[in-house]
């Protein structure tokens, strides 16, 4: 049982303002070369903040330290802010799975019961992201579900893949979904009919997130269920090869494909979406997944028109949010995160303001609050949305940095918090892109909006925190295994890197208000985000709960 009493920090008094606590979403600490946009780019209220001794350090954001499988997966922004949230560390969803398929427990839940009613008359869907980068999926699962329902009896398969080159390098989906079809022969030679249906571009089909655009969800319903789509192909490696190629999404990559539905030689969708189907969508994170999940699960629905909604036995890889009990069945249970520091605060009567921009904005919300849609008193909270452009973001690097920098401002001034909790998403999403000079000029914008935040937040005798929930901008190049040399295209151009990173984040602290001995601790050369809310605890002049990692402040 989580004890949430607060007790007073014996040397720490309360601070006399509000404690800050900002999140640079992407920010690493890494090797400083011409290809870390962070290093590259003016930040001055950053430099200032890593050259006072004793306040500043980095901290581990990827593997084990925030419960990925290995020391090889790189952080997310999930797994990120749930750690940052909890204090704890959590074994997180593509752990869960990897258990439920060595167990074989996958199979024997109710979520499967349910898709396996309909193995013998009707058609098995699976909808995900086509990806070995961990964050969303993996292939490997899905391969071992393809095999796992031939197994048990499915007589035909339909897979609809979405391209990632975002969490994995951009081009390499022609080669997942070769794999794929790989697994789909070996099945077909079992005598199961197993083909792909359907696909696109992870960013403009399907994965949409925090409703910031449901024509993107729409689009994939359409191809997904629906076998309509502005292009068709006869097989999915030709789609992704010709979209590549010719595709009018800008920029062209395997993010931006165009839907696209797989037909017969009769010209006719091989795989829509009947009344009798199971679905089953392979995502184990939930962000990217709730939309087209509503759609699939729920009768009432006016996001967009459906034209048909097939009666289907819908399950999630998971449950992806849990206070919506959505959806309502799923193969995995997701992961117990219980008192974590949002329910802390409340508790105690301490009041949160929490602000983003759409595309983070379940980030410092639902992933914070470990998973959970709602408030947990909606009296002590505010949580703000600033909406997103819908653009690919390197063509607009500011992003909505200067609103959710007026934003907090207003609610540092207002006095009506004790924490004003803010992310910028900027060097992440534009990371993303690849797109160096446009993350750059990302990591510059959100140096100067941090900066105002800090500045008033020490003229208001206020604390703050300075950090991040995994790397990106920090490095923007692909490179040599073992050399680390940049890799080169044929044309002698640095090949990109759109993912995140294994860099360590900086955790900084300092403001006004914060008594001068107050120093990190020299004996936690290993910490991680898991130990950011017990240091926020003592920030806030209370010791640490029990239930966390220990703080990083010496006592
Ligand atoms: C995405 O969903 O945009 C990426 O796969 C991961 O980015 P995030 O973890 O920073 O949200
Ligand atoms: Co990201």
């Keep these: 049982m989580v004890d949430f009493t607060l007790k007073p920090h014996p040397t720490i008094p309360k601070p006399e303002g509000p404690l800050l606590v900002c ?17 590259v780019a003016e930040t001055p209220t950053y430099d200032a903040a890593r050259k006072v001794p004793g306040r500043f350090r980095s901290i581990l954001a990827h593997g084990t330290a925030v419960g990925l499988p290995s020391d090889a997966d790189m952080g997310n922004s999930e797994v990120g802010h749930n750690a940052l949230g909890a204090g704890q560390v959590i074994d997180q969803g593509a752990s869960l799975v990897d258990k439920a398929l060595a167990s074989g427990s996958i199979y024997e839940g109710e979520g499967w019961a349910h898709i396996s009613e309909a193995f013998a008359e009707n058609t098995l869907h699976l909808i995900g992201l086509l990806s070995d980068g961990g964050v969303h999926s993996r292939t490997d699962q899905l391969f071992a579900l393809v095999r796992g329902a031939a197994d048990r009896g499915a007589k035909r398969i339909r897979v609809h893949v979405l391209t990632d080159g975002r969490d994995v390098p951009d081009g390499s989906s022609v080669g997942f979904a070769k794999e794929l079809e790989a697994v789909l022969a070996e099945v077909r030679g079992r005598g199961v009919d197993a083909l792909i249906a359907s696909g696109g571009g992870r960013m403009c089909v399907t994965m949409d997130r925090y ?94 028109d459906r034209v048909r909604w097939p009666r289907t036995r819908f399950v999630g890889l998971m449950q992806y949010d849990g206070d919506l009990k959505l959806p309502a069945r799923f193969l995995v249970p997701p992961p117990a ?10 508790r105690n009567g301490l009041r949160t ?70 992310n910028f998403a900027n060097p992440d999403m534009v990371g993303h892109t690849g797109d160096l000079a446009a993350t750059v000029e990302a990591c510059a914008c959100v140096d100067a909006a941090v900066g105002e935040l800090l500045a008033l937040t020490d003229e208001l005798g206020g604390r703050w925190l300075l950090t991040s929930d995994h790397g990106n901008a920090d490095d923007m190049v692909q490179r040599h295994k073992k050399t ?72």
């Excluded at 017969?264 to 009344?275: F, H, L, Q, S, T």
């Excluded at 985000?529 to 010496?554: D, R, W």
């Design 23 to 39: 999140i640079m979403d992407g920010w690493g600490v890494n090797v400083e070369d011409e290809y870390n946009a962070v290093h």
């Design 211 to 304: 409703e910031a655009d449901w024509e993107i969800v729409r689009r994939g319903w359409a191809a997904h269920v629906l076998g309509e789509a502005p292009h068709t192909f006869p097989d999915a490696v030709t789609a992704i090869t010709t979209l590549r190629a010719e595709g009018s999404a800008d920029p062209v990559s395997d993010q931006w494909l165009d839907p696209f539905v797989i037909v017969g030689a009769d010209g006719e969708a091989v795989g829509p979406v009947r009344d009798g189907d199971a679905v089953a969508v392979f995502n184990f994170r939930a962000d990217r997944v709730c939309q087209i999940s509503k759609a699939f699960e729920y009768e009432e629905f006016a996001a967009f």
């Design 337 to 346: 995160i219980s008192g974590v520091s949002g329910e802390v605060l409340a």
């Design 353 to 422: 303001f929490a602000c983003s921009e759409t595309q983070k904005y379940g980030h410092v919300t639902f992933f914070w609050n470990g998973n959970r849609s709602g408030y947990f008193d909606e009296a002590l909270e505010t949580y703000v949305e600033v909406p997103s452009d819908r653009v690919p973001f390197n063509q607009l690097p500011l992003m909505k940095a200067r609103e959710i920098c007026e934003a907090g401002k207003e609610a540092l001034r207002s006095g009506r918090y004790d924490t004003v909790r803010i």
């Design 484 to 555: 680390l040399a940049p890799l080169r295209d044929e044309a002698g151009q640095t090949v990109a890197l759109t993912s995140h990173t294994l860099a360590p984040v900086p955790l900084a602290v300092g403001g006004a208000g914060l008594p001068e001995g107050v120093a990190f601790r020299e004996d936690q050369p290993k910490a991680g985000l898991a130990n950011v809310a017990a240091t926020i605890f003592n920030l806030l002049g209370y010791e640490a709960p029990g239930h966390m990692e220990p703080s990083l402040l010496k006592a």
